[in-house]
């Protein structure tokens, strides 16, 4: 967490690696809470406070994951990416081709 305050004050940029270390951030943003379950649930419309870039995997269609990386990379352009990974034949899942992702500006 004071790794965190020191890239803000550096105006550096929190990169997660997976879907699990953003919630964890964001619920830490939330909540104050640095142990613990959490219930976060991120769709678009969700404010990040701490991720500026995510690496992950493709995720499976119509799961919550991918809900969250289109609340991080915008909807629009997680199609675009989706429709070219199709395209040039990505491998998806757990164990397939990453993504670098920054954060949608609204």
């Known amino acids: 967490l004071q790794a965190i305050s020191e890239c ?7 990169v997660a690696v997976g879907t699990t270390s953003v919630r964890t951030l964001e619920s830490w943003a939330q909540t ?3 142990e613990g379950d959490t219930r976060i649930f991120i769709t678009p419309g969700f ?13 499976l ?3 919550t994951l991918l ?13 675009r990416v989706y429709a070219h990974a199709i ?8 164990y ?3 993504m670098l992702l920054t954060k949608f500006r609204f």
């Open 8 to 14: 803000r004050a550096r105006q550096g940029r929190v």
């Open 67 to 79: 809900m969250l990386v289109a609340a991080f990379s915008g909807f629009d352009h997680m199609h």
């Open 47 to 59: 404010s990040f406070q701490v991720v500026d870039v995510l690496v992950t995997n493709f995720h």
């Open 32 to 34: 104050g809470q640095t």
């Open 87 to 94: 395209e040039k034949q990505y491998r998806f899942f757990s």
């Open 96 to 98: 397939g081709d990453a």
């Open 61 to 63: 269609p119509k799961s």
